[in-house]
């Protein structure tokens, strides 16, 4: 199948439907998390849900839409997490075409490879662009793995890999059981149910 003739089948009228709702929930579950100060994020879960219904290429989508409006609106750090949001609805997709998808064990191994592209792309900008705090419940791990002397880097490697790990693999289960819950009519409207069945 070509790259014009995948794009065609992912980007369907439902999904385009799926994307809306999707980075809806997103921006109102991680402000709401975000506004409680907890250590995880789950501003990702309509992402992961987009990437593993219609495919990679909508959960990226979904991904940088969703950071970039939520920039807009209330949080411009969340606008330069962009480029994370969109790995991590591309690598939901690719997880899910690899069948990581099927069962609650392979589930989580999807949510450990979801962290670690995350991470590969979250360190960066979180170092350069915030110096290392950018305002996250998470920072409290950062302050306190640098008040026991650790170097910055390290400090931000570690809480970035962390954090996200509870919260990537908590978001996959999430939308494993949103999945597994909605009725098979509507499942069939999307072009990754297979991989998910």
Known sequence: MSISEQLKKEFSTFTFVLIAVS???????GQLVSL?????????????LVGVLAGPWAG????LLTNLIWGVITSPVAAAFAPVAMVIGIVAGLCARWGLF?????????GVIITVFNA???VPIKLY??????GSGADFFTAYMLALGNDLFGSVVVTIFTSNLLDKVVTALI?????????????ARFPGVEAVS
Do not use: E, Q, Y
Not at 102 to 110: E, F, P, Q
């Open 23 to 29: 980075i809806v929930l997103n921006i109102v579950v």
């Open 36 to 48: 409680l100060k907890l250590p995880v994020f789950l501003d990702s879960i309509g992402t992961v």
């Open 60 to 63: 990226g989508l979904t991904g």
């Open 102 to 110: 099927r069962t609650w064990g392979l589930v989580i191994v999807s």
């Open 120 to 122: 590969i792309v979250a």
């Open 129 to 134: 662009m915030f110096g290392g705090i950018s």
């Open 175 to 187: 939308v494993w059981g949103v999945i597994k819950s909605m009725p098979a009519r509507t499942m």
